[in-house]
């Protein structure tokens, strides 16, 4: 298989990466979206409720969380680039780079978490933190799943794993980091914003 | 062409396209920070969110050099989400 997809100036057949974690992605990303539909939908049934709620949430972070993921995101990319220069320990600089980011994400989205519990919210609380939370969380653990997935591709980059002609695995774990990335794009706004 | 020149020829679009994305989060922020509300907000911030995703999904996840049928299914996502989040937000103005 060409893991090449991207560096050539025709277009490939097949995505970047394994093409399992593609249906993984396309099927997380139907999960999310599924759950971002039905919470504009539910927001209809009380909409008051909703944005007085929403007027609680700390935007500032939500958008610094967005920031720290669309820049992990874009080290992802140099990552991937490093690798098919074949400079391996620039690819594994990068990576560790990308998941200090989203080491970030964690701790700010901790803050959070600590802060909204800490004021009595929970997910009883209303309608509106029941979607906030369950889906914030959700994308909590996707967010540590995928730095697991990043951690396990750079101990293979350190044992020398991958190269510029095999580096599939890298290129897995990256677009698994984009997708993360993706869903939280569409959740800032949702949640955090529109109202 | 060598892959490093390669490489940089993919990068370089990928780094303007970071700078965006984070220009358009901070538009996002703004807007949310002045409380703006109603319709025209709505729609106008769904249509960054599409073009924020559709970056990430072209340059980032490197569909734009994969074969229209991997791309489409993200752009399909991307518009089918959008729109419906636009709609429940139309008839709770209406």
């Known amino acids: 298989m060409n893991t090449d997809n991207t560096t050539t100036c025709s277009k490939s057949d097949l995505p970047p990466g394994d093409l399992v974690i593609w249906i993984f992605i396309y099927a997380e990303l139907l999960v999310f979206g599924?759950?971002?539909?039905v919470y504009a939908f539910a927001r209809n049934n009380d909409v008051e409720l909703f944005n007085a709620s929403q007027d609680l949430v700390n935007r500032v972070s939500g958008a610094a969380n967005t920031l720290v993921l669309i820049t992990s995101s874009y080290f992802a990319v140099r990552a991937v680039a490093a690798i098919r220069d074949d400079d391996a320990a620039l690819c594994r600089r990068w990576l560790l780079t990308t998941i200090g980011m989203g080491g970030v994400f964690v701790v700010i989205k901790l803050f959070e978490f600590t802060d909204k519990f800490s004021s009595g919210i929970s997910l009883s609380t209303n309608s509106y933190w029941t979607f906030f939370l369950s889906m914030t969380v959700f994308h909590f653990m996707h967010v540590i799943l995928g730095m697991i997935i990043l951690a396990a591709v750079y101990l293979k980059a350190r044992k020398g794993g991958y190269s510029a002609r095999e580096h599939r695995g890298v290129e897995t774990g990256v677009s698994y980091w984009h997708m993360v990335d993706l869903v939280w794009i569409i959740l800032f706004p949702l949640v955090y914003v529109i109202r | 062409m060598t892959q490093s020149a390669e490489s940089h020829r993919w990068?370089?679009?990928?780094?303007?396209?970071?700078?965006?994305?984070?220009?358009?989060?901070?538009?996002?922020?703004?807007?949310?920070?002045?409380?703006?509300?109603?319709?025209?907000?709505?729609?106008?911030?769904?249509?960054?969110?599409?073009?924020?995703?559709?970056m990430v999904a072209d340059y980032f996840m490197g569909l734009k050099r994969v074969a229209w049928r991997w791309r489409i299914i993200i752009l399909l996502y991307m518009i089918i989400v959008c729109s419906l989040i636009s709609t429940a937000y139309y008839i709770s103005v209406g």
């Open chain 1, 34 to 37: 599924v759950l971002f539909v």
């Open chain 2, 11 to 54: 990068i370089r679009p990928c780094t303007k396209v970071w700078l965006v994305l984070m220009v358009l989060t901070l538009v996002t922020l703004a807007i949310g920070q002045r409380g703006l509300t109603g319709m025209p907000v709505v729609g106008f911030l769904m249509v960054m969110t599409f073009i924020k995703g559709q």
